[in-house]
């Protein structure tokens, strides 16, 4: 018997895969195109040859633990203690998993925004406990009454994800303020914040749980270093927690996958010591504005893109097909690949959206919103 009867491949997968096949642009999976920094891979070609190769510590290569105490020093003022409070992961996708085997029980509820990113509902299933999922209002801002109504004596974490994938939105002080009123009232309630695209945010500045004093203790932050200097295939991220909770989390951690990969931790730690994360949102913001303007003359709606590096579009004057059909037909008839939102939802509610990954060169950037303005 399968233990998890109704999750299939993802839809990352299943894109890509059709993308390649067919010879298609690939603005599905969120991966950037463009080279990464040479003073990144000048590093890691050096360490490949000196003696970087065996285990690191458990919790992350020291050094890097301060680093990253340091940005988030330098990010939010918040000051936090590297060896206690700071775990570094295989990527996110780790951090979130480990969170979740490590603090949530069988029969145990956790609060999902619908839609949301794909890889929060299957840990949940796996610890026996249930996803309560909440549907994000229609402009995808959370409805705190429905939240809170849907919260019980159960409900053990609400998961956030700020910025937002697939929809671009973020977080504002308000929805903190209604975050943390409720959690007076549900005092075992646990954060886990969300916030790999903590870097890439446009007109408005993006609000860290970092800097919320009130959910400090009782909050999992989590973000990837794939994002932030766009190596998604390095796998290396991290999650803060407080000591009571990161107790638990390391327990896991420590038999998931005892220490992460070390020549990139490596590199990732000396790289920090070079540059900052101050240019990061601009250059994603150069590239939205770009691939909006590029699109305007087609039938394609734009929604409105906070941050992250996708963008959401409609496709209902072109077209009335599911998205997932219409998806399949972007690719094979006009050699553009994109993700169905649909497969961000709990019942695949169908609103005839898709998104685009604009983490692209310009020429990619170019020739795809050339092919899309031709539908
Ligand atoms: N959370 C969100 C919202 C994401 O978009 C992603 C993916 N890219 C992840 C988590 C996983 O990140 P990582 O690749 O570092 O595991
Ligand atoms: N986070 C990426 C996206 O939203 C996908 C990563 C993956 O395929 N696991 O496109």
Same mark, same amino acid.
């Given at each position: ?91 996110? +996708? /780790?951090?979130? =998993?480990?969170?979740?085997?490590? #603090?949530? !029980?069988?029969?145990?509820?956790? %609060?999902? *925004? ?57 977080? +504002? /002080?308000?929805? =903190?303020?209604?975050?943390?009123? #409720?959690? !007076?009232?549900?005092?075992?309630? %646990?954060? *886990? ?61 420590? =038999? ?120």
């Amino acid at each position: 018997m399968s233990k998890l009867p109704n999750i299939g491949t993802s839809i990352f997968t299943v894109m890509s895969k059709m993308a390649a096949e067919h010879g298609a642009i690939n603005l599905s999976q969120g991966f950037p195109n463009f080279p990464v920094d040479e003073q990144l891979t000048n590093i890691v070609a050096r360490l490949a040859k000196e003696n970087v190769h065996q285990y690191l510590p458990m919790a992350g290569y020291p050094p890097l633990l301060s680093n990253i105490a340091l940005l988030v020093k330098n990010s939010y003022r918040r000051i936090i203690l590297p060896e206690i409070e700071i775990l570094v992961t295989a990527g996110a +996708t /780790q951090a979130i =998993f480990t969170t979740i085997q490590a #603090l949530i !029980q069988t029969d145990d509820e956790v %609060i999902i *925004l619908d839609p949301s990113y794909d890889c929060y509902e299957a840990p949940v299933l796996l610890c026996n406990a249930t996803a309560v999922r909440v549907s994000l209002n229609d402009d995808y801002t959370p409805n705190w009454t429905t939240i809170r109504k849907a919260c019980s004596a159960n409900t053990k974490m609400i998961i956030i994800n700020n910025p937002h994938n697939p929809t671009g939105k973020i977080l +504002t /002080q308000s929805d =903190f303020e209604a975050l943390e009123s #409720l959690l !007076q009232q549900f005092p075992d309630i %646990i954060v *886990l914040s969300d916030e790999v695209y903590e870097y890439i945010t446009f007109e408005e500045k993006h609000i860290s749980a970092h800097t919320r004093i009130n959910l400090l203790n009782r909050c999992v932050m989590v973000s990837s270093f794939g994002k932030s200097f766009h190596v998604t295939g390095w796998k290396v991220g991290y999650l803060v927690a407080p000591e009571h909770l990161m107790k638990e989390i390391k327990k896991v951690h420590q =038999f998931l996958v005892f220490s992460v990969n070390s020549i990139c931790q490596v590199a990732i730690s000396e790289y920090l010591d070079m540059v900052s994360v101050d240019g990061i949102g601009s250059l994603y913001q150069t590239k939205r504005d770009y691939f909006r303007e590029l699109l305007k003359t087609s039938r394609f709606k734009l929604l409105p893109c906070e941050g992250t590096y996708f963008q959401v579009a409609s496709y209902a004057a072109i077209s009335n097909e599911n998205d997932v059909d219409f998806c399949k037909r972007l690719i094979t008839e006009y050699g553009v690949a994109a993700i169905p939102i649909s497969s961000f939802y709990e019942n695949g509610k169908d609103l005839h959206l898709i998104r685009f990954c604009f983490a692209k060169d310009n020429a990619t950037l170019e020739e795809a919103a050339k092919r899309l303005c031709k539908i």
